[in-house]
C-alpha cells in the first residue's frame, strides 16, 4: 500500500497510509454530519410549539366551551428523552471532532474511549428515536384498544415538524454506526 | 506476550495470544447471554396476556355494562415491533455464536460482517427498547394533555411483564454492545 512519511513535532516520524487518510477524513465529515443532524432534530423539537383552539365538554348538559390548547415538545416525556439525547449526541460529535483534528493518528486509548462514547450514543439515539416515532404513531392513528385519541389531526404542524425531527435524528444516528463501521474497517487481520 | 502454536486441517499453523482467546470466550458467553436474553424478552412480552372485566359506559342515560376487555402485545404497534426485533436479534446472536464456534480465527470478511451485524442489532433493539419503554411510561402514568389515560392500574400484569421483558432485553442490547467493544479493544494502533 502506497504510504506517505509525514515528520510529527518530537521528532517521530509517522506513516499514514493513502487508505488510513481517506478513512480519517470519512470520519470527520461523518462526525461533523452527526453534530449537523442530532443539531437540527434538537432545535426543530426543542423550538416546536402549536396553539389551536379546540372544543372542550365540561357536563354533557352544556355546549362545548371553546379553550386554546397548545402542543408542546415537554408535554411528553419521551420527545423530552428524544430532545435530550440529541443534545448530548451532539455535544459528543463536537467534542470528538475537536479530538480528531488536533490528535496524532492512532492514539489507540483515546480513540478505544471515542469509539465507545460512539456506541453510547448509537444507543442513545436509537432508543431517542424509538420512543418519540412509538408516541408519533399514536398520535397519527391513536390507539382504539387503550381509548388513546389521535391528537394529529388537530396539531398537524406540530407532528410534521415531529416526524422531521425524528427523520434528521435517525440520520444522524446513521452517520454514529457509519463512524464505527468505518474504525471496524481497520481491524487486525488476527485478534 | 504468551502465544500458542496451533496446526489447522490444511497444514497452516495459527498462532494465538493467551489475550486473544480470552477475547473470544468472552465474546461467545456475551453472544450466548444476547441469544438468550432477548428470545426470553420476546417471549415474555408474546404470550403476554391479561384479561379483566371493565365498567364501559354506552350512554350517560344508562349505568355502565361490565365488559370483558383482554390486553394483547399485537395491539399496540411498538410492542409489535419491540417483539420481532428481539426475534431477529435472537436469530442473528444464535447465527453468529455458531459461525464464531466453526470459523477459524481472524477471518476478517466475516468479522467485518458480523460487526456490522452486530451494530444493526444494536441499533434494531435500542429502538425496540425505546419505543416500547415509551409506550409503557404512557400506560403507567398517562398523559393529561393528550387526554391518554393510564391502563397500567386495570392490567397490572400484563404492565410488569412488560416491564421485566423491556428490562431483559435492555441487558441483551448491553450484550451486543460489549461485544462491539470488545473486538474494539482488538484495534491496531496506527490507522
Known amino acids: 500500500m502506497e504510504t506517505e512519511t509525514k515528520a510529527v513535532g518530537d521528532g517521530k516520524v509517522v506513516e499514514m497510509s493513502k487508505g488510513g487518510r481517506k478513512i480519517r477524513r470519512c470520519e470527520l465529515v461523518l462526525r461533523f454530519l452527526g453534530l449537523a443532524l442530532t443539531l437540527v432534530a434538537a432545535i426543530i423539537l426543542g423550538v416546536d410549539k402549536e396553539t389551536k383552539v379546540v372544543p372542550i365538554t365540561i357536563t354533557s348538559t352544556l355546549p362545548p366551551i371553546d379553550v386554546p390548547v397548545t402542543a408542546k415538545w415537554h408535554h411528553m416525556s419521551a420527545f423530552v428523552y428524544f430532545v435530550v439525547a440529541n443534545a448530548i449526541a451532539c455535544t459528543h460529535a463536537a467534542l470528538s471532532l475537536i479530538l480528531c483534528l488536533v490528535s496524532k493518528n492512532g492514539q489507540k486509548g483515546m480513540k478505544l474511549v471515542i469509539i465507545f462514547l460512539d456506541l453510547m450514543m448509537v444507543a442513545l439515539l436509537f432508543s431517542g428515536n424509538g420512543a418519540a416515532a412509538a408516541i408519533g404513531v399514536i398520535g397519527y392513528n391513536g390507539n382504539s384498544h387503550v381509548r388513546w385519541n389521535k391528537v394529529c389531526n388537530v396539531f398537524t404542524k406540530f407532528c410534521n ?22 474504525i471496524a474497517l481497520s481491524l487486525p487481520k488476527h485478534k
Chains 1, 2 share one sequence.
Open 161 to 182: 415538524h415531529v416526524a422531521v425531527s425524528i427523520v434528521l435524528s435517525l440520520l444522524g444516528s446513521l452517520s454514529f454506526l457509519l463512524v464505527i463501521l468505518l
